[in-house]
T-cell receptor, first 115, second 111 residues
Framework: GAGVSQTPSNKVTEKGKYVELRCDPI?????LYWYRQSLGQGPEFLIY????????DSGLPNDRFFAVRPEGSVSTLKIQRTERGDSAVYLC?????????????FGPGTRLTVL | SQKIEQNSEALNIQEGKTATLTCNYT??????LQWYRQDPGRGPVFLLL?????KEKRKERLKVTFDTTLKQSLFHITASQPADSATYLC??????????FGSGTRLQVQP
């Protein structure tokens, strides 16, 4: 594909429900990142994958958040027992090798609203 | 605590003028600093990366400076156009592969 894609573009759920957000990175990119962006703020790091493994999950706010990338391509961010404070835009990015000078290419994001 | 600060107030300028945005950081010693552009409803788009040993970097109408003593980066857009209106984010690598972003400054260029 031409760029990073994310589905769904919008997700509305009720407090306490489980949600899954999907990211399709650029083909061939080994590194994948999840960020969360609240209104008026910059993106905030959640988790970084190098290949299939989570190389850094220090940004996950608590154990309700989990992400996988089983085949080193598509990734799914999973949020259990959603809370109203989880409402935000969830951004995914990918880069070719995951080194510091690599450009990170962002998807359009999934807007999550927890009622 | 570690901070990246960008002016949270919107910057309004007239078309054709130079826009200057500021990024200040504390308690970091980043090897690289990046600037991104973000339009409403879209993800950030990479613009420029500057290394700690580079004082200045240019790309078309964009210029970035990086002063590691002042812990500050300035981002300039010369001959600004209404199409330059967007939010501009600075970002650092703070000891891990993922980026740490500032909150961004919204630029509005008036025709």
């Amino acid at each position: 594909g031409a760029g990073v894609s994310q589905t769904p573009s919008n997700k509305v759920t009720e407090k306490g429900k489980y949600v899954e957000l999907r990211c399709d990175p650029i083909s061939g990119h080994t590194a994948l990142y999840w960020y969360r962006q609240s209104l008026g703020q910059g993106p905030e790091f959640l988790i970084y994958f190098q290949g299939t493994g989570a190389a850094d999950d220090s940004g996950l706010p608590n154990d309700r958040f989990f992400a996988v990338r089983p085949e080193g391509s598509v990734s799914t961010l999973k949020i259990q027992r959603t809370e109203r404070g989880d409402s935000a835009v969830y951004l995914c990015a990918s880069s070719l090798r995951g080194i510091s000078t690599d450009t990170q290419y962002f998807g359009p994001g999934t807007r999550l609203t927890v009622l | 605590s570690q901070k990246i600060e960008q002016n949270s107030e919107a910057l309004n300028i007239q078309e054709g003028k130079t826009a200057t945005l500021t990024c200040n950081y504390t308690n970091y010693s980043p090897a690289y600093l990046q600037w991104y552009r973000q339009d409403p409803g879209r993800g950030p788009v990479f613009l420029l990366l500057i290394r700690e040993n580079e004082k200045e970097k240019r790309k078309e109408r964009l210029k970035v400076t990086f002063d590691t003593t002042l812990k500050q980066s300035l981002f300039h857009i010369t001959a600004s156009q209404p199409a330059d209106s967007a939010t501009y984010l600075c970002a650092l690598h703070t000891g891990r592969r993922a980026l740490t972003f500032g909150s961004g400054t919204r630029l509005q260029v008036q025709p």
